[in-house]
């Protein structure tokens, strides 16, 4: 059966695409829309950044801010959410002794980054043990609270974790890390488009987020959201002529200019919003609550057919399922295991989420469901699962 609007991306036929987490994937009219703004540039690039780029800019600082529950001033976009976390790294006050404390479901590109920051400050970086499946939510709450120590200042937590693709219980766990004089900084690279976000509600100091992955933007385009207390301390990682103006006003000039660049990804947001939202009668809400329910269906189906082990309950699936890899999938370190497994599949035409995490030996295998995907779409990859012993 041909998947809900799948004839709306340019996704190669010929494939089972069961990882739209990782990169994303851009319909077909976003893509269009982004091509004409790439027109407009070109036509006279000194006209287009002299006049038509701040007022377009502006209004897609609105409108994003607006459909992730956040206010404009304290809104500003990156080029993706690993800028938007090594941003707020690198422009947090930390002293030596301080801990930055982050899980091993975190991504591992922003362990690394706070490593890197922990290290030139004299700091360090305590890594919270969490199991490869987790029992309920309350469990990594206690796991990440009971590791704050008097030298905690900072934590970095994913809303949705990468490898295990669990949502996290972010406010309540932003909540009380803030009762305990701990600031929070959000990698929510998937949540945008996955989950219903009200970026100022959760009580973080920073909230990072990605319009290329659950939104459908084209690639390069991702936020940060900074708390009002935090505003004159978050800079950019590249300074630009925005730091020449008064301390007020540097935020915004000094997001909105950080050196020639394309634009276009994030000038076409409000596009890709309004193509994916206008995809589903009842909009965003529908094509969540759709796409959670196409990822638990497709974790029943390999869960049945394969004994697959989740990472967790399904209270904590987003549009994402996420399972152990059983060992004679694998060779190699966990590292090379994950690669192995998606080329193996690539080779098949199956496109799968793989990776592993920090301190475990662990593999996961990661399916995704955007509108382009159906239940279905997961029976291909069973089949070829089912070889593998
Ligand atoms: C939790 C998390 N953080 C950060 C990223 C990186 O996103 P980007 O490459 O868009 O910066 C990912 C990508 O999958 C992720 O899962």
Not at 18 to 39: C, D, I, K, M, W
Not at 176 to 188: E, H, Q, S, Y
Not at 213 to 234: E, I, N, S
Request: hydrophobic share 50%; aromatic share 6%.
């Amino acid at each position: 059966m041909a998947a809900l609007n799948r004839d709306r991306w340019d996704l190669d036929p010929a494939t089972t695409f069961l990882n739209h987490g990782s990169f994303g994937a851009t319909p077909r009219q976003v893509l269009e829309y982004q091509t004409q703004l790439r027109s407009l540039m070109e036509a006279n690039p000194v006209r287009f950044v002299a006049v038509e780029y701040r007022p377009l800019l502006a209004a897609a600082i609105v409108r994003a801010a607006g459909f992730v529950g956040a206010d404009p001033d304290g809104f500003a976009f990156v080029a993706n959410a690993t800028t938007g976390v090594n941003t707020a790294l690198r422009s947090a006050d930390l002293d030596p002794g301080d801990e930055i404390l982050v899980t091993d479901h975190e991504y591992e590109a922003c362990i690394l980054a706070a490593e890197f920051v922990a290290r030139r400050r004299g700091a360090s970086v305590a890594i919270v043990p969490i199991p490869s499946t987790v029992v309920d939510p309350g469990q990594v709450v206690e796991a990440i609270l009971s590791s704050v120590t008097p030298s905690t200042r900072l934590a970095i937590l994913d809303h949705v974790t990468s490898a295990t693709a669990l949502v996290l219980p972010i406010a309540e766990i932003a909540a009380a890390l803030a009762d305990r004089g701990v600031a929070t900084i959000v990698d929510g690279a998937h949540a945008p488009g996955m989950i219903d976000l009200d970026v100022a509600a959760i009580g973080a100091a920073v909230y990072a987020g990605n319009w290329h992955k659950w939104v459908c933007a084209p690639k390069g385009a991702g936020f940060l959201w900074v708390t009002p207390a935090w505003r004159d301390r978050v800079r950019p990682l590249v300074i630009s002529h925005g730091a020449g103006r008064e301390e007020g006003e540097q935020f915004r000039a000094m997001f909105d200019w950080t050196g020639t660049a394309d634009p276009t990804p994030q000038l076409s947001v409000s596009a890709a919003i309004d193509a994916v939202g206008g995809m589903m009668e009842g909009g965003w809400p529908a094509v969540r609550e759709r796409n959670r329910a196409v990822a638990l269906e497709m974790r029943r189906r390999l869960i049945d057919a394969l004994g697959l082990v989740p990472t967790g309950p399904e209270s904590m699936v987003g549009s994402m399922a996420a399972f152990v890899a059983p060992a004679p999938w694998l060779s190699g370190s966990p590292a090379e295991a994950a690669t192995g497994l998606i080329l193996r599949l690539l080779e098949q035409g199956i496109t799968v989420g793989a990776s592993a995490r920090r301190g475990s030996p662990d593999v996961f295998l990661r399916v995704s469901a955007h509108l382009h995907t159906e239940a279905d779409d997961v029976g291909p990859l069973i089949e070829a699962l089912r070889g593998w012993g």
